[in-house]
C-alpha cells in the first residue's frame, strides 16, 4: 500500500481529533491485517469509489476513548455506547475520509465517498468489502486506543 495514497488519511485523522475533541493521538506501528475483527468497541465504516480506487476506511474506537471524545466534542458523557456515539462516530468517519479526499485530489486522485456506516458491540467484525490488502494503524490516548484500518484493492 502506498505512503502516499495513506499518510493523508492519517493527517486527516489527527486533525479531527486534535481539532474537534482536542484529543491528541500517539501513532503506534502499522502493520498487515488478516481477519476481520475490529480493533475497539464501535467503528465507522466507509467505501471509496473512483476510476481507479475502490476501497474503504474503517475507525474502531475503544468505548472509554469514544465516550472522552464525545464529552469533548458536544459537552456530553453517555454512560455507554448509544445512538447520539454512533451518529458521532459516523460523522468523524465523514470528516477523515472527506480531510483526505480533499489532499488525494490535489495529487490527481479521485473518488466518490459512499454513507458511512457504523457497527458496535464487543468482538464486532468490520468487512471491507474489498479485495485487497489491509492495513491498520494504531493509535494511542490516555483515555483509549483507536484503529484506523485502510484496504484498498491491489
Known amino acids: 500500500m502506498n505512503a502516499e495514497f495513506i499518510n493523508p488519511f492519517i493527517s486527516a485523522l489527527i486533525n479531527v481529533m486534535s481539532t474537534m475533541a482536542q484529543i491528541e493521538l500517539k501513532p503506534g506501528k502499522p502493520k498487515r491485517k488478516s481477519d476481520d475483527k475490529a480493533g475497539g468497541d464501535i467503528s465507522g465504516l466507509i467505501g471509496m469509489v473512483g476510476e481507479n480506487i475502490k476501497g474503504s476506511l474503517s475507525i474502531s474506537f475503544e468505548e472509554n476513548l469514544v465516550l472522552e471524545i464525545m464529552d469533548k466534542m458536544l459537552g456530553e458523557r453517555p454512560a455507554s455506547i448509544n445512538a447520539d456515539v454512533k451518529d458521532m462516530v459516523g460523522e468523524i468517519t465523514n470528516m477523515i475520509c472527506g480531510g483526505a479526499k480533499n489532499e488525494l485530489s490535489q495529487k490527481g486522485f479521485e473518488f466518490g465517498m459512499a454513507t ?30 483507536l484503529y484506523l484500518e485502510m484496504c484498498f484493492n491491489d
Open 116 to 145: 458511512p456506516m457504523v457497527v458496535s458491540g464487543k468482538n464486532h467484525t468490520v468487512d471491507h468489502q474489498v479485495d485487497g490488502k489491509k492495513i491498520i494503524l494504531p493509535f494511542s490516548h490516555i483515555s483509549g486506543n
